[in-house]
């Protein structure tokens, strides 16, 4: 009953992925492996290719480089995508997408249950269980990493993957915010476990995307869960709190000086009232002064380490 649609970088799936799903899995299922060993697709060109494939009513997205640790997580999966009003089921995200650039797996009040594993790095594997001590099945988010996501295969016909989105980055961002503007719920399971043995490729061109998809949703930002909407003064501090973060990240990722000072001059006036003259001029100082202490600050600690 659950069409698995994956974008593969081999030509196969491996044998281990496929015994896997088969053994933990616990439902009827097909797999649907879209051939992207030479890069003629993007992820959503991928993804909508899999989607007319598809032959049953439920449908799962996930990368490649999983294991599940759930027995029976299919029989999880289309319990939770039959509640009313749900739209896309992941295993971590955030409650609110704020007006500055945020990524999927980071912000506030973030629900997440999965295990973060490393095969190039001498790292143990993590657990990452957010809010800590939670105890329901679901969460509800708005935004929530690509790893994993599941819906209804009828939700299709009223959100799709943006074919306009090139590459392998924010889709995951951007078919959320459809499905919470067409006023959906979306969840972090926790009652489905899977091992996620990527980092994922956190450069300066995912940031670049980032901010083209926020631009995008820019008129309709910022966009919380139903239970924080009337949160003014929370999530504006949010946003000031993103703000900060985000200039240190550019910066890190290879901005240079003057694209972070446009940048932080266009997100400083979205969140807050319009300035006069003279305090554009502070604005410029002070973002000036913030931009070279931590560019320099930067330099300093990459020449240490």
Not at 6 to 25: A, F, Q
Not at 141 to 149: A, I, K, Q, S, T
Not at 191 to 197: K, Q
């Amino acid at each position: 009953m659950i069409s698995i649609i994956i974008c593969s970088t081999t030509k196969t799936l491996s044998e281990k992925l496929t015994e896997n799903i088969d053994s933990t899995i616990g439902v009827p299922y097909e797999l649907i492996c879209i051939d992207n060993s030479e890069g003629k697709y993007s992820i959503c060109q991928a993804y909508n290719k899999g989607i007319e494939l598809a032959r049953h009513p439920y449908l799962l997205f996930v990368h490649q480089d999983v294991v599940f640790q759930t027995t029976d997580w299919g029989k999880h999966l289309i319990t939770h995508l039959q509640r009313k009003n749900c739209g896309i089921i992941g295993v971590v995200g955030t409650q609110i997408a704020p007006r500055i650039p945020q990524e999927a797996w980071k912000g506030y009040n973030k629900g997440a249950h999965f295990i973060q594993g490393y095969i190039a790095q001498k790292r143990k594997a993590k657990l990452h269980y957010l809010p800590e001590n939670y105890n329901e099945e679901l969460y509800p988010v708005v935004c929530m990493d690509g790893m994993f996501l599941a819906m209804r295969k009828e939700l299709t016909e009223k959100i799709h993957f943006d074919e306009n989105i090139p590459g392998f980055h924010t889709y995951d961002i951007d078919i959320c915010l459809q499905a919470t503007q067409a006023g959906y719920t979306n969840y972090v399971a926790y009652d489905i476990l899977l091992i996620h043995y990527s980092s994922g490729k956190i450069d300066k061109n995912y940031y670049q995307q980032l901010i083209k998809i926020y631009r995008k949703w820019q008129d309709c930002l910022p966009i919380t869960v139903p239970a924080l909407r009337e949160e003014k003064v929370l999530i504006q501090e949010v946003e000031k709190r993103q703000l900060r973060i985000l200039q240190k990240e550019l910066l890190h990722k290879g901005f240079s000086i003057r694209e972070v000072m446009q940048l932080m001059n266009e997100y400083t006036l979205l969140i807050h009232s319009p300035l006069s003259f003279w305090g554009k001029i502070r604005l410029q100082i002070r973002l000036h002064y913030q931009v070279v202490y931590a560019y320099m600050r930067h330099t300093y600690y990459s020449i240490v380490s």
